[in-house]
C-alpha cells in the first residue's frame, strides 16, 4: 500500500464487518511539531483479549477465504517505519479504535494520497451506517458528521448522485483548504 488512505480504508472496512453503526475518522496534524495521527474508532462488535493481542501479527485472521489478514499489520507498520507510534484498543461488544501516529517529515512516511476520495466512498455507499470525520491541521479544522447530512437531507439518499456530487466537492473544498497537497 502506498498511500495511508488506502489503509484508512482497510480499517474502516474491519469497522464496517463487525457491524459499527457509527464509524468516527480523525486526522490531526501539526507541521511544527512534525507530527501526524490518524484514528479510526468504531461501535462495532470489538473484539476478545485474545483475538486483540494476535490482530496485529499478520498470522492472524477470521476470514476463511484468505488466511493472512494484513490490514492491521500493515496500519501499524506504516506508523512503526515513519518514526511513530501504533495504538490498539477493543473490547467486546463495544467497539474498537485504532491509532496511527507518524512523523510528517520521516522518509519512510507513506503519502495520505486520496483522502477525500476515501471519505466519499465510505459515506456513499454504506447507508445504514454513519461517519463522522475530523480533521484538524494546525488551526484549521472541518467535520463531516452524516448524521448532520442526513438530518438536513431527510429521506433522500447519500448515494444519490446530485448529493454524490456535492459531497465530493464539499469534502475536497474543504480538505484543500485545510491542508492544501502537504500531506
Ligand atoms: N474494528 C474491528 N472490530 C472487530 N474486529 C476487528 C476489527 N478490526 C479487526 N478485527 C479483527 O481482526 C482481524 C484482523 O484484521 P485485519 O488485519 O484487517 O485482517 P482481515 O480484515 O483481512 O482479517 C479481523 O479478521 C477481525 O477478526
Ligand atoms: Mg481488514
Known amino acids: ?25 480523525s486526522l490531526t496534524a ?6 501526524m495521527e490518524i484514528g479510526i474508532t468504531d461501535d462495532g462488535c470489538g473484539m476478545d483479549k485474545d483475538t486483540l493481542a494476535r490482530v ?3 498470522f492472524t485472521t477470521s476470514r476463511t477465504t484468505r488466511s493472512v489478514g494484513m490490514g492491521l499489520p500493515l496500519f501499524k507498520f506504516s506508523a512503526e517505519s515513519a ?4 495504538h490498539i484498543e477493543s473490547e467486546k461488544g463495544k467497539g474498537t479504535s485504532v491509532t496511527a501516529e507518524y512523523r510528517i517529515s ?4 507513506m503519502p495520505l494520497g486520496d483522502f477525500g476520495g476515501v471519505v466519499l466512498q465510505l459515506v ?11 480533521v484538524k491541521v494546525g488551526k484549521a479544522e472541518g467535520v463531516l458528521d452524516t448524521r448532520e447530512v442526513r438530518e438536513i437531507l431527510g429521506d433522500v439518499p447519500l448515494d444519490a448522485p446530485e448529493i ?7 469534502i475536497q473544498e474543504n480538505l484543500v483548504s485545510i491542508y492544501g ?3
Open 164 to 170: 454524490r456530487a456535492f459531497l465530493r466537492d464539499y
Open 124 to 134: 456513499t455507499m454504506n447507508q445504514g451506517v454513519d461517519f463522522r470525520v475530523a
Open 83 to 86: 518514526g511513530g507510534r501504533f
Open 106 to 109: 520521516h522518509i519512510d512516511r
Open 56 to 58: 496485529t501479527d499478520p
Open 181 to 183: 497537497g502537504r500531506l
Open 1 to 25: 500500500m502506498r498511500e495511508l488512505a488506502l489503509n484508512i480504508l482497510d480499517i474502516a472496512e474491519n469497522s464496517l464487518a463487525a457491524g459499527a453503526k457509527l464509524i468516527g475518522i
Open 30 to 35: 501539526d507541521f511544527d511539531e512534525d507530527r
